[in-house]
């Protein structure tokens, strides 16, 4: 499943930051409602953990997983998607690499817990300009599983991780998301995530395809 991307749950979760993630460095956040920090951090950057999954920022370590996952049969079955040579998605993964570099943010690559295997990822990436009604600054949120995985809540359970960290660490008020209205998987997705519909979109240099419009909005503090 996945989205160009009903209150989220907020899954408990447990974070370590190490000091080459340039918003928090030298700091290990353990999270309300976690059983603290990660006895050892295994990677530079951010890593969230729970029950099944780890979440770890996207590396050059991921090329061959992307590249294989980017032209699977089920993924090239989506409207407008055709086969990506392996230069073009390495200049895509340089891409997200450099973002965590310059906003302390970007795509997280999913692991099954206890194991090297990757499931998918998800992406956080500003809007930019050119969406009706949305602000080029606004951070878009959208995920995709390795068919293998689908149906099990893992894009469900992943990007909860992220919009927490989102919320927390990075000090974000809001993630958007869209999807198209044939895209009942990822319509599913952000229906159980709490994500609500803010109405329809489309970009002005795009091909007019219209896209569904929701948000999850930060939730208020406890007092």
């Not at 709490?194 to 007092?223: I, K, S």
Request: aromatic share 8%.
């Amino acid at each position: 499943m996945n989205a160009h991307v009903g209150e989220s749950s907020l899954s408990n979760y447990r974070v370590a930051i190490t000091p080459d993630c340039p918003r928090a460095a030298g700091k290990t956040v353990a999270l309300p409602g976690s059983k603290g920090a990660p006895d050892a951090v295994r990677w530079n950057g951010v890593e969230l953990v729970s029950e099944r999954l780890v979440l770890r920022p996207a590396s050059e370590r991921d090329l061959d997983f992307y590249f294989e996952l980017r032209n699977r049969p089920e993924i090239l079955a989506r409207p407008g998607r055709e086969p990506r040579p392996r230069s073009e998605v390495e200049r895509q993964l340089r891409g997200w690499i450099d973002r965590w570099q310059e906003h302390g943010f970007g795509t997280w690559t999913v692991f099954q817990r206890g194991s090297d295997q990757r499931l998918g990822r998800v992406e956080l990436d500003p809007m930019g300009p050119g969406w009706a009604g949305i602000s080029p600054d606004e951070i878009e949120v959208g995920f995709i599983v390795d068919p293998t995985y689908w149906n099990r809540g893992i894009a469900t359970e992943a990007t909860d991780l992220v919009a927490a960290d989102c919320f927390s660490r990075d000090g974000l008020n809001r993630l958007v998301a869209l999807t198209t209205i044939d895209n009942k998987s990822s319509l599913r997705t952000l229906e159980k995530l709490g994500m609500r519909h803010r109405g329809e979109t489309q970009h002005e240099g795009g091909d007019h395809t219209t896209y569904e419009l929701f948000e999850l909005v930060r939730p208020a503090r406890q007092p």
